[in-house]
């Protein structure tokens, strides 16, 4: 059970990470990110959970607001999977957590 908590824990903080220097690298390249290669490829690296933020959100969501979501969802995600990891680690001892 630890390491599927570790593992998702682990996907969850990878995502987060590909969002965010999306989102910097939006920032800093401005209109040209499009043609951009590095964002394009945080962008496919993201997209996946961007179309599950899609599939959960309603009609209403505008789709440049996906991201957010998705990084919302993400964070929310972590916190709930570093509590389950607390709460093994406690139960089995944390030196078993090492």
């Known amino acids: 059970m630890l390491l599927a908590v570790v593992a998702l824990k682990l996907i969850t903080e990878t995502a987060l990470m590909v969002l965010l220097g999306q989102w910097v690298l939006g920032v800093l390249a401005g209109k ?3 043609s951009n290669l590095v964002y394009q490829l945080l962008q496919a690296a993201s997209r996946p959970f961007v179309a599950v933020a899609r599939r959960i959100s309603p009609v209403v969501v ?4 996906l991201p957010l979501l998705a990084a919302v969802l993400l964070a ?3 916190l709930i999977l570093t509590l ?3 709460r093994i680690c ?3 001892g944390v030196a078993l957590c090492r």
Do not use: P, S
């Not at 505008?62 to 607001?65: A, D, I, N, T």
């Open 32 to 34: 040209q990110r499009g």
């Open 62 to 65: 505008l789709e440049q607001h």
């Open 76 to 78: 929310i995600a972590w």
């Open 84 to 86: 389950a990891k607390i």
């Open 90 to 92: 406690v139960q089995v």
